[in-house]
């Protein structure tokens, strides 16, 4: 994994980010501040909401900067 790309798991998926591809629309800092946060470090807290609330937020990615995969 390349620096501009980060990965984030809470044990049921994995919330990928790949800042190359990031327009920074802020839809996701918007829709789910709890989860994503650009003050803090690391920016994403995986923990701050529930699966399904962070794969409807990640599904609302337009730049497909963030997308999810499964854990196993």
């Not at 984030?8 to 709890?34: F, M």
Request: charged fraction near 25%.
């Amino acid at each position: 994994m390349s620096e501009e790309q980060r990965a984030y798991s809470n044990g049921e998926i994995t919330v990928h980010w790949d800042a190359s591809k990031c327009t920074h629309s802020g839809n996701c800092v918007r829709g789910l501040p709890q989860v994503f946060d650009i003050r803090k470090r690391p920016w994403i807290t995986i923990t701050g909401a529930s699966t399904a609330e962070i794969e409807a937020q990640v599904a609302r990615c337009p730049s497909g900067a963030l997308r999810i995969t499964r854990d196993e």
